[in-house]
């Protein structure tokens, strides 16, 4: 299992962004996917995902009604739009899988098992 971050840098605070996420290996197994992310002398946290059947998305409280995880079985590919961004989300964003059914669970950054390299979003006031 692959996956392979891109997107985001610098942008100005109430601009928008889209990371995107391309995964590989998953085959037909089960995956839940998401995105977490980790600010300067913070910990790693979640910030939204979704689980393998899609069905069910969870954001992290402060990025509700900003940010959209979506995929695109076709290509691969999750994607987090970023909107109305903030100072306080400039961060190292992450997008993360695990093979199992987590659902909500899925918003903790400690139960993922395939990670792929980070990008960074920086957003100035």
């Known amino acids: 299992v692959q996956l392979q971050a891109s997107g985001g840098g610098l942008v100005q605070a109430g601009g928008s962004t889209r990371l995107s996420c391309a995964t590989s290996g998953f085959g037909s197994d089960y995956y839940d996917v998401g995105w977490t992310r980790q600010a300067p002398g913070k910990e790693r946290e979640g910030v939204s995902c979704?689980?393998?059947?899609?069905?069910?998305?969870y954001y992290e409280d402060s990025v509700k009604g900003r940010f959209t995880i979506s995929r695109d079985i076709a290509k691969n590919t999750v994607y987090l739009e970023m909107d109305s961004l903030k100072p306080e989300d400039t961060a190292v964003y992450y997008c993360?899988?695990?093979?199992?059914?987590?659902?909500?669970?899925?918003?903790?950054?400690?139960?993922?098992?395939?990670w792929g390299q980070g990008t960074q979003v920086t957003v100035s006031s």
């Open positions: 979704l689980t393998g059947s899609g069905s069910e998305i």
């Open positions: 993360a899988a695990v093979r199992s059914y987590l659902g909500i669970r899925c918003l903790h950054s400690g139960l993922y098992t395939y």
